[in-house]
């Protein structure tokens, strides 16, 4: 199964975002609230692609509308991108979690579940066809640019890639949030911010 059987004979984004609500490609969709797709303009320049939704985006159906995306919102403004020039999704739709009490807390998918839910972000790159790409978090990373790919080595340079004329790697801001103190937050906040002025100013 994957979700290729599920794409739309009409190729629109708000056609993909209308099948993917109803997908079930993998097995992700049965305890998650509901899917989470891409949002932003098909103009947009950039394109950001995180690993999943979390906690927040499940409930709210929109990617990084929780404290990650306050965290990318901070960023983005930091390095003069104003993010409805901006396209922002995630390779995985569906939150994958473990209950803990009350609490949903976050797994990582697995290669399967990243192979599966594929489709639907490749069908989302050739739709918008970004100026400049940017992977946040190793998830992403290896998903679109090889598992081989290490983003402690290559964060933050300009890579070679047939996904965009501009593409890099960088964190996925929940990294920031997971940081122990301010301090170290506000060392991630800079580079995060670096990153995608580097993008910004080649794109
Ligand atoms: S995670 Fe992806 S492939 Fe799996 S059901 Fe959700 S949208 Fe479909």
Redesign the pocket.
């Known amino acids: 199964?994957?979700?290729a059987e599920?794409l739309p004979q009409r190729k629109s984004l708000s056609a993909l975002r209308e099948a993917?609500d109803g997908?079930?490609?993998?097995?992700?969709?049965?305890h998650?609230t509901q899917?989470v797709?891409g949002e932003g303009p098909k103009s947009a320049r950039i394109m950001l692609v995180g690993e999943?939704a979390g906690d927040r985006e499940d409930r709210e159906g929109r990617p990084f509308v929780g404290p990650a995306g306050r965290e990318l919102d901070r960023a983005l403004e930091a390095a003069g991108i104003d993010r409805g020039d901006v396209y922002v999704t995630n390779v995985?739709?569906?939150f994958?979690f473990e209950e803990r009490g009350k609490r949903r807390i976050h797994q990582t998918?697995r290669k399967g579940?990243v192979d599966?839910?594929?489709?639907?972000l490749d069908t989302e790159i050739k739709l918008i066809r970004p100026r400049g790409l940017v992977t946040l978090g190793a998830t992403a990373a290896k998903a679109l640019l090889g598992s081989s790919f290490r983003l402690t080595q290559h964060r933050g340079e300009l890579l070679e890639s047939d996904l965009a004329p501009v593409v890099a790697a960088t964190i996925h801001p929940s990294a920031i949030v997971r940081q122990r103190d301010s301090e170290a937050r506000e060392a991630e906040r800079l580079a995060l911010a670096d990153d995608l002025r580097t993008v910004m100013e080649a794109v």
Not at 24 to 30: F, M
């Open positions: 199964m994957s979700a599920f993917a997908c079930r490609g993998c097995h992700l969709y049965q998650a899917t797709f999943m995985v739709k569906h994958k998918p579940e599966a839910c594929m489709p639907w």
